[in-house]
């Protein structure tokens, strides 16, 4: 069975449940390049908050960034992979945080994770 994933929350800094956590402030909607700036350009590492529920044994994943093209998908970057093992609890919540380092993007266009 597949876990569910209740929250995939971009964030600028590591997410925390103390002090509020990230400000909507933090959380990423769109990547645009500032004014005077040119691609290729740099996007600063950023986290991934997730939370996921339906957990049945052992599992593995990585998060990706892709660049969505009309005719293809190019990968730009991958996360380590997250190993998680919470045993056999469905209806509990675990909160993950999975960082997405510093990357070059090549042009403008839409990207995923």
């Known amino acids: 069975m597949q876990p569910d994933i209740r929250y995939f929350i971009p964030c600028w800094k590591e997410p925390t449940l103390t002090d509020g ?13 500032k ?13 991934i908050f997730a939370a996921l529920t339906n957990l049945h044994g052992r599992f593995r994943f990585h998060v990706e960034l892709r660049l969505e093209e009309l005719d293809q998908e190019t ?17 509990h919540i675990f909160p993950i945080s999975i960082m997405m380092k510093a990357v070059m993007l090549p042009r403008p266009g839409v990207y995923q994770l």
């Not at 004014?35 to 986290?47: D, K, M, R, T």
């Not at 990968?75 to 209806?91: A, K, M």
């Open 21 to 33: 956590g990230p400000s909507v402030h933090e959380i990423v909607y769109a990547i645009r390049s």
């Open 35 to 47: 004014e005077g700036h040119a691609y290729p350009l740099w996007q600063q590492p950023l986290f």
């Open 75 to 91: 990968i730009i970057t991958t996360s380590d992979v997250f190993e998680f093992d919470p045993g056999n609890d469905p209806l």
